[in-house]
């Protein structure tokens, strides 16, 4: 080898170190940062999903019960004018018993979306712990959390389903009175208020939806050094709602991954 090329080989490997030392140097500091208060996040992302998933169950459960009510009412009304009206209200106290049942019971844990509008926010927070979760000294403590997250994901495409439900018994209610040219007062303010009611239940929701979409600080800042990571971009990448719904193709990540980094972090976690 002539001076030259071994001039340039050992600058190479000066260069090469160089950046390695400052690569690592980075994401030890990265690192450190993280390990001081995943408990925290982890203990703050619990108490945020049972707080919202507790509020959603009682007032679904409480709207439900408003709305069944409000049938009630406008079948009995319907019955002194037409006593064969009370077909389109057959099953439809079962149907109410059976979507309380199921709000108020613990719903099969979903993988993927499989309807409802996307969440970003729940995305990321739901990857961060299945990325979080495969780090000796996290396991366990990730699962609770972790479980509770994807039964709220359930749960909130359940209300999606009874929001579904509401709209059809309204609509079909609607399309019945239209039928009659007079309808006594009374009548018409027990559909004025269970449509007051649906709309206040839609509204309800939408504003729990929103409350998901304001992490605390602790989060933020959990998430925000996870993203320095490579190791989690590349699982992000792979294993988010997102990534499952446009099929993004692996080797499009690889340049954002490095094995020393994923290495590393479990050694982080195992004491």
């Known amino acids: 080898m002539g001076m030259k090329h071994l001039y340039l080989a050992i600058l190479f490997c000066i260069g ?23 408990e925290k996040y982890l203990s703050t992302v619990d108490n945020k999903i049972s707080s919202i998933d507790d509020k959603l169950t009682k007032q679904t459960e409480k709207y439900l019960q408003k709305l069944q009510r409000a049938e009630d009412k406008i079948k009995k009304h319907l019955q002194k004018i037409d006593s064969s009206a009370s077909a389109v209200f057959t099953n439809a106290q079962q149907k109410y018993t059976q979507l309380t049942e199921k709000i108020k019971s613990k719903t099969a844990i ?3 979306i499989t309807g409802g509008q996307y969440n970003s926010y729940l995305d990321s927070l739901g990857t961060s712990l299945k990325f979080l979760q495969q780090f000796n000294g996290l396991t366990n403590k990730v699962k609770e959390p972790l479980n ?4 709220l994901q359930s749960k909130l495409l359940q209300t999606e389903k009874i929001k579904e439900f509401i709209a059809q018994r309204k609509d079909q209610i609607k399309q019945l ?9 009374s009548l018409r303010k027990e559909y004025a208020k269970l449509s007051k009611t649906a709309y206040y239940y839609s509204a309800q929701i939408k504003e729990y939806k929103e409350m998901l979409k304001d992490p605390k ?5 959990a998430l925000g050094l996870l993203n320095k990571l490579p190791a989690f971009q590349k699982f992000m ?8 719904l446009f099929g993004v193709p692996s080797n499009l990540h ?3 991954y490095n094995k020393n ?4 972090f479990t050694m982080l976690f195992s004491n």
């Not at 509770?148 to 039964?151: H, T, Y």
């Not at 009175?177 to 007079?182: A, R, V």
């Not at 990448?237 to 499952?244: H, I, M, P, T, V």
Request: proline letters at 3%.
């Open 110 to 112: 979903v993988s993927k």
């Open 237 to 244: 990448k792979e294993n988010s709602q997102l990534a499952s």
């Open 261 to 264: 980094t994923n290495i590393r």
């Open 254 to 256: 690889e340049a954002f």
């Open 217 to 221: 600080k602790i989060e933020q800042k």
């Open 16 to 38: 090469s170190q160089f950046i390695s030392n400052a690569y690592s140097q980075k994401l030890d500091s990265v690192l450190q940062t993280i390990q001081q208060f995943p």
């Open 148 to 151: 509770k997250l994807q039964e």
């Open 177 to 185: 009175l239209s039928k009659y040219t007079k309808l006594p007062n």
